[in-house]
């Protein structure tokens, strides 16, 4: 296959037959699916669902991350003509990955969200698939982290993020995308001690337990060396990793809600991803991706770049 098969390709997310392989219809045409991958709730014969969260109820300063999903489809249809240039591994020749579309909820009954998204998340782990949600604000990864941890157990979390989102709250009924990994300790979703935050650049004193790796420590360190601290916290445990896009510098992810300054570059992330390759990660998301305050578009493509990485990662230890 090559670039010339654009004239043949198009709309692929709902006529490809094979559910894997790159795809090559032409970037600006065609029905919009997360890396041009078949929409499907069926998932027999499949490896590795892809689905989107369009949620925002309480972020900080500036909604629309419920237009992140929409965003980021449109921004990996760039990625699916190559394997990623970093990996000698091609998650979309060898995994068969679906776009197992959005969650569908009812936005006048915001109580009634988190079993939507646990029932739906079990959907997908439920017939055997992995699963890499696109968000939404970042309360999202709680109700997706509880469906993971029945089917595994508590979980190492690797967070990548300006903010720890370790603040108290023991209301467990409240949804707030700044309380969610309080929660996730309290109610032993996730085990603080293999647990580990990276960019963090906001004051909390309290992170109960989770190993933290501040944006200086990150900065000051090859990302090869982040890397293998967070593998050494995280050990061979079922990891989820949560990526909130503004663990990037503004200048890499304007177009967030809680935007800090001093983050990570896009290159920086790029490399460390790579290097936690091995670890035994079970599922992950990219959340806060919030397209009306950035233009450029520049936020959504690197969420899709996070999405493909987080696709890598699983893949990587079960190659066949």
């Given at each position: 296959?090559?670039?010339q098969?654009?004239r043949?390709?198009?709309d692929?997310?709902?006529?490809?037959?094979?559910?894997?392989?790159?795809?090559?219809?032409?970037a600006?045409?065609?029905?919009?699916?997360?890396?041009?991958?078949?929409?499907?709730r069926?998932?027999t014969?499949y490896d590795?669902?892809?689905?989107g969260?369009?949620?925002?109820?309480?972020?900080?300063?500036?909604?629309g991350?419920?237009f992140?999903?929409r965003?980021i489809r449109e921004?990996?249809?760039?990625q699916?003509?190559?394997?990623?240039y970093?990996?000698d591994?091609?998650?979309?020749?060898e995994?068969a990955?679906?776009?197992f579309?959005?969650?569908?909820f009812?936005?006048?009954?915001?109580?009634e969200?988190?079993?939507?998204?646990r029932?739906?998340i079990?959907?997908?782990?439920?017939?055997?698939?992995?699963?890499i949600?696109?968000g939404?604000d970042?309360?999202?990864?709680?109700?997706?982290l509880?469906?993971?941890?029945?089917?595994?157990?508590?979980?190492?979390l690797?967070?990548?993020?300006a903010?720890?989102?370790?603040?108290?709250d023991?209301?467990?009924t409240?949804?707030?995308?700044?309380?969610?990994?309080?929660?996730?300790?309290k109610?032993?979703?996730?085990?603080?001690?293999?647990?580990?935050?990276?960019?963090?650049?906001t004051?909390?004193?309290?992170?109960?337990?989770?190993?933290?790796i501040?944006?200086?420590?990150?900065?000051?360190?090859?990302?090869?060396?982040?890397a293998?601290?967070?593998?050494?916290?995280?050990?061979?445990?079922p990891?989820?990793?949560?990526?909130?896009?503004?663990?990037?510098?503004?200048?890499f992810?304007?177009?967030?809600?809680?935007?800090?300054w001093?983050?990570?570059?896009?290159?920086?992330?790029?490399?460390?991803?790579?290097?936690?390759?091995?670890?035994?990660?079970?599922?992950?998301?990219?959340?806060?991706?919030?397209?009306?305050?950035?233009?450029?578009?520049?936020t959504?493509?690197?969420?899709?770049?996070?999405v493909?990485?987080?696709?890598?990662l699983?893949g990587?230890?079960?190659?066949?």
């Open positions: 296959m090559a670039l098969d654009a043949d390709q198009v692929n997310a709902f006529r490809r037959d094979d559910p894997r392989g790159l795809s090559f219809e032409n600006f045409g065609g029905a919009t699916s997360a890396f041009r991958r078949k929409y499907t069926d998932l014969g590795l669902a892809i689905t969260v369009p949620f925002d109820q309480a972020v900080t300063h500036r909604p991350t419920r992140g999903p965003a921004a990996s249809t760039l699916p003509f190559d394997p990623p970093y990996w591994y091609s998650p979309l020749d995994l990955v679906a776009d579309g959005d969650l569908g009812d936005y006048a009954k915001v109580a969200f988190p079993e939507a998204l029932q739906h079990r959907g997908i782990l439920g017939q055997g698939a992995g699963c949600s696109m939404g970042h309360y999202v990864s709680f109700p997706i509880q469906a993971h941890a029945e089917v595994h157990g508590p979980l190492s690797i967070q990548f993020d903010h720890s989102d370790t603040w108290p023991d209301d467990m409240r949804i707030d995308h700044g309380t969610m990994f309080y929660k996730a300790v109610t032993g979703v996730i085990d603080p001690a293999t647990s580990v935050q990276v960019g963090i650049r004051v909390n004193p309290d992170t109960l337990g989770v190993t933290t501040d944006a200086r420590a990150v900065h000051e360190a090859a990302p090869g060396e982040v293998a601290r967070i593998k050494a916290v995280v050990g061979d445990r990891t989820y990793l949560t990526f909130d896009i503004d663990c990037l510098d503004p200048a992810a304007p177009g967030t809600g809680t935007p800090v001093g983050g990570l570059s896009s290159g920086q992330v790029a490399a460390i991803l790579r290097d936690l390759a091995g670890i035994n990660l079970v599922g992950g998301d990219v959340v806060e991706v919030s397209p009306p305050y950035d233009t450029t578009g520049a959504a493509i690197a969420g899709a770049h996070i493909m990485e987080l696709m890598c699983w990587w230890t079960r190659r066949k």
